[in-house]
């Protein structure tokens, strides 16, 4: 497989999760459909001879520095101007905005078992949220985008064991905070994934 191939394969796979975590941390369709374009061509532009298996963790990086960059921005200019509060605080997605980011096979499920699971995102969102941004960012890289705690270390611009700490403690404030989640459906909501 040649050099475009490969990164072609790589921006295909990562692009819904991608995009589902711009959209979360932005809360702007258009934002984050930028956000992710941005990063796509910094990856292709700067890092298309890298190996496989960096090509993750830059992209995520770059991803996650593009998406500060337009929080930042967006938070200055809200200043500025004197627009509402919702600039600077953390995007809670309402149920309806997690129906376009779902992974599942929505004929699969009824209509009962769709409202459960919106249900269900809305809420780890919101405790998601409430979590310091070094957890959050550990939290989501390693159990959502499911990279390597090598990886995350990386992307996060931090070492190995900071991450786990990080993950640790983001573990179990979502546990306190989804308790009933937890309890209902078991340890899946926080991920499977080991520390």
């Given at each position: 497989m040649d050099k475009i191939e490969r990164l072609d394969a790589?921006?295909?796979?990562?692009?819904?999760?991608?995009?589902?975590?711009?959209?979360?941390?932005?809360?702007?369709?258009?934002?984050?459909?930028?956000?992710?374009?941005?990063?796509?061509?910094?990856?292709?532009?700067?890092?298309?001879?890298?190996?496989?298996?960096?090509?993750?963790?830059?992209?995520?990086?770059?991803?996650?520095?593009?998406?500060?960059?337009?929080?930042?921005?967006?938070?200055?200019?809200?200043?500025?101007?004197?627009?509402?509060?919702?600039?600077?605080?953390?995007?809670?997605?309402?149920?309806?905005?997690?129906?376009?980011?779902?992974?599942?096979?929505?004929?699969?499920?009824?209509?009962?078992?769709?409202?459960d699971q919106a249900a269900l995102k809305y809420k780890t969102d919101r405790a998601l949220n409430n979590l310091p941004q070094r957890q959050r960012d550990a939290f989501v890289l390693r159990i959502w985008l499911e990279l390597d705690v090598r990886q995350t270390a990386v992307v996060m611009s931090c070492s190995e064991g900071s991450v786990k700490t990080h993950l640790s403690r983001a573990k179990r404030a979502l546990k306190n905070q989804l308790q009933d989640l937890v309890e209902d459906i078991g340890d899946d909501v926080l991920g499977s994934k080991a520390i």
């Open positions: 790589f921006l295909r796979r990562e692009q819904t999760k991608a995009y589902s975590l711009a959209l979360r941390s932005l809360a702007n369709h258009d934002d984050a459909l930028d956000a992710v374009q941005d990063a796509m061509f910094k990856l292709v532009d700067r890092y298309a001879d890298k190996p496989l298996e960096e090509l993750a963790p830059l992209f995520y990086r770059i991803l996650f520095n593009r998406i500060r960059d337009m929080q930042r921005k967006s938070s200055r200019l809200g200043r500025l101007f004197s627009f509402s509060n919702r600039v600077s605080q953390p995007h809670t997605m309402a149920a309806n905005e997690f129906a376009q980011i779902d992974y599942h096979d929505e004929h699969a499920l009824s209509a009962e078992q769709k409202l």
